[in-house]
């Protein structure tokens, strides 16, 4: 079983940055894919970065590409994502999620590859 402890969100002002953790409790393996949604309310939780727990392939979506930045830190079984010239459009509440073993059926971005998920931080960047 693995849980995962979301921390870091708060207020910030656009253009500032926030980085937010992810502790990861439980074993994760070689092919398992680490990322961070987020949600508003009234809308779909919607796919924010992805990064495999071993090796380097990282994805972001478009909205987030050059200035978000996700990181693993597999000794600390810890999972990051710095947040750069943040927007009022980012205000969020942000989840950490685990695919405990990803076979490449359902893509990084949908929500089904991912089988467990931290309780959440809300993000607010104000204008």
């Known amino acids: 079983q693995v849980q995962l402890v979301e921390s870091g969100g708060g207020l910030v002002q656009a253009g500032g940055s926030l980085r937010l953790s992810c502790a990861v409790f439980?074993?994760?393996?070689?092919?398992?894919?680490m990322a961070w949604f987020r949600q508003v309310p009234g809308k779909e939780r919607e796919f924010v970065a992805a990064?495999?727990?071993?090796?380097?392939?990282?994805d972001y979506a478009d909205s987030v590409k050059g200035r978000f930045t996700i990181s693993r830190d597999n000794a600390k079984n810890m999972v990051y994502l710095q947040m750069n010239s943040l927007k009022p459009e980012d205000t969020a509440v942000y989840y950490c999620?685990?695919?405990?073993?990803?076979?490449?059926?359902?893509?990084?971005?949908?929500?089904?590859?991912?089988?467990?998920w931290g309780q959440g931080t809300q993000v607010t960047v104000s204008s």
């Open positions: 990064i495999r727990w071993s090796g380097i392939i990282s």
């Open positions: 999620a685990v695919s405990s073993f990803y076979s490449g059926v359902y893509s990084l971005h949908s929500l089904n590859p991912y089988d467990h």
């Open positions: 439980g074993r994760l393996s070689g092919g398992s894919v």
